[in-house]
């Protein structure tokens, strides 16, 4: 079945920079486009980016761009989110999956930027 484990979280101050991952079995990695997702504390999960089959295409929400990187390597079934110049209001758990959402979900990686 479809297993999605993000890793990379942690604990940052304001203008720091986290790298996550995200590893992907159990589904055709290398021809799935794929989203990064994140949830506030009392917020509705929103998604924040998504990436073609190759990595070719992006696209960023509004609140992320300029300042994350999404990219994969579909040799090792990975997908990566750099996060730099980071904001409290980037504090979140943060996940990957489907542009859809379809896929089950991991139980995603705490990203906390306070000072």
């Known amino acids: 079945q479809v297993r999605l484990v993000e890793s990379g979280g942690g604990l940052v101050q304001p203008g720091g920079s986290l790298r996550l991952s995200c590893a992907a079995s159990?589904?055709?990695?290398?021809?799935?486009?794929m989203g990064w997702y994140r949830q506030a504390p009392g917020n509705q999960r929103e998604l924040a980016v998504t990436?073609?089959?190759?990595?070719?295409?992006?696209h960023y929400a509004d609140f992320v761009k300029g300042r994350f990187t999404a990219s994969r390597d579909n040799a090792k079934n990975t997908l990566y989110l750099q996060m730099n110049n980071l904001k409290p209001e980037d504090t979140a758990v943060y996940y990957c999956?489907?542009?859809?959402?379809?896929?089950?979900w991991g139980q995603g990686t705490q990203v906390t930027v306070s000072s």
């Open positions: 999956n489907l542009p859809s959402g379809a896929y089950p």
């Open positions: 159990g589904l055709p990695f290398g021809s799935t486009p």
């Open positions: 990436i073609s089959s190759s990595g070719g295409i992006t």
